[in-house]
């Protein structure tokens, strides 16, 4: 069994009564972490000194749509109507298998390169079991591990989520692929009739799945009353967006322990309302982090992180302003915080709780080691501010369940041109559809 040995970086475990950040050495047995302690002495180890880094648990990324990789900041300026007429409506249907699977590959690749160990891939452009093949073979060879979503395209609000091919998944790709979990990209009770939305939802309930929905821009439409009667809303269910619920509504599924993810620098720029941060966080609640498309946002995860609690942050300080006069005195926010919502809180969201999103003895070696040497984060004061202000840059190394997938500051075990290559080449087909209208 492969043990590597980490010496000497200050460590974010982000694990519950442990400090904040605290110079320990983490000690890998194949898959697992298997110890944290001051100064580790296993000399059949492969020791890696890493004084002057961080390292903090795999970051999350739990809410994706991979596929648009290729079309990569295309629609940086669109509007979420813009978008979906032109991403959905114009391009979606010309993607082929292939451009399904490199807009995977190279998507999942980009989320390694930035610290993300875990990708929630919400695919809803798989017409055919091959588009579904395609996408869960991108995720495979990137090395990430994922919760490839299974959704579909342009489906009829009175017409059930396809459930032979999530058992054909089930039975098949996912089982073969210890690093990927299959969850349901649903309509959701926003987009479906009220028989179609309990019928999903019983569906995933009953096979133990993640079931992920959309609800923003909107009040919440008759088939949420439905879910809700028919007592169906619990831990597994997902909302993402969620910016049209009322406090009534958010209220109602925080305390049936339903996961929301919010995508804060896309929400804000595509005018979905206002991210929901702040109204879960008085619930006693908080949301996960996804970036959403890569056609409109770069897919730093650590990114939205940031815009995440500075929105949150100023609207603290505006209801305080409003108030009294002046800002809040102290920060409503913290950045330990925010980073939660990059580890903890999306290994929740995505049912993985138990296996990523903070680092302990008999969790997944799932890591990121942060260079807090170079100059836009050195001299370190607050390892976690660090942390959570880190650039591309200091993505110096990545490993995924104990196994290096970035090392000193590159992606290993790829052929990057090749993969750049036929990125292009499908970016640039799917864009000439674009210019057609």
């Known amino acids: 069994m492969i043990r590597t040995l980490l010496r000497g970086a200050q460590v974010i475990t982000m694990s ?11 000690l890998v047995e194949g898959d697992r972490i298997v110890e944290l302690a001051e100064q580790i002495d296993r000399p059949e180890a492969e020791s890696v000194d890493l004084s002057g880094r961080i390292i903090i ?19 940086a300026d669109w509007t979420l109507l813009e978008y979906l007429h032109r991403m959905h409506g114009v391009v979606a249907p010309h993607y082929t298998p292939a451009d399904i699977y490199i807009g995977n590959l190279a998507g999942a690749l980009n989320q390694i390169n930035c610290g993300t ?7 809803h452009n798989n017409p055919t079991p091959e588009h579904t093949d ?8 990137s090395g990430i591990r994922a919760v490839f979503l299974h959704g579909t395209p342009g489906r009829a609000p009175d017409v059930p989520h396809p459930l032979a091919e999530v058992d054909r998944l089930l039975d098949r790709s996912a089982r073969a692929h210890e690093l990927l979990t299959v969850g349901m990209a649903i309509a959701g009770p926003q987009h479906s009739t009220s028989d179609v939305a309990v019928a999903d939802l019983r569906a995933a309930g009953e096979r133990g799945l993640v079931a992920s929905m959309h609800q923003s821009g909107g009040e919440p439409a008759a088939a949420w009353e439905a879910v809700r ?57 908080a949301p996960s982090l996804g970036t959403d498309t890569d056609t409109a946002v770069s897919g730093e995860i650590l990114t939205a992180a940031r815009i995440a609690l500075a929105h949150q942050r ?43 999103g903070h680092l302990e003895p008999g969790m997944q070696a799932d890591l990121v080691v942060i260079d807090a040497r170079a100059l836009n984060l050195w001299p370190v004061h607050d390892p976690i501010a660090a942390a959570l202000h880190a650039g591309l840059a200091n993505i110096e190394a990545v490993m995924v369940a104990g196994r290096w997938r970035k090392r000193d500051h590159a992606l290993i075990d790829v052929d990057l041109d090749h993969v750049k290559n036929k990125l292009r080449e499908s970016g640039a087909r799917l864009a000439r559809e674009l210019m057609r209208y």
């Open 16 to 26: 519950p009564g442990r400090p904040d950040a605290e110079a320990v050495d983490v």
């Open 57 to 75: 648990p795999g970051l999350i990324n739990a809410h994706l749509h991979t596929w648009q990789s290729a079309l990569r900041l295309a629609g």
């Open 117 to 123: 160990t875990t990708l929630g891939d919400w695919c």
């Open 134 to 141: 395609a996408a869960v073979e991108g995720l495979r060879e």
């Open 229 to 285: 009667s028919a007592g169906l809303f619990g831990p597994c269910t997902n909302v993402v967006h969620g910016a049209g619920l009322s406090d009534d509504w958010v209220a109602t599924l925080v305390e049936a322990g339903v996961s929301f993810t919010t995508t804060p620098e896309n929400e804000l720029s595509h005018g979905h309302c206002s991210p929901i941060t702040g109204r879960l966080l008085r619930l006693g609640a």
């Open 314 to 356: 100023d609207l603290d300080h505006a209801k305080h302003r409003h108030a009294r006069g002046m800002m809040s005195p102290t920060a409503s926010v913290t950045g330990k915080q925010a980073l939660a919502w990059a580890t903890v809180e999306g290994a929740r969201a995505l049912g993985l709780a138990d296996k990523v």
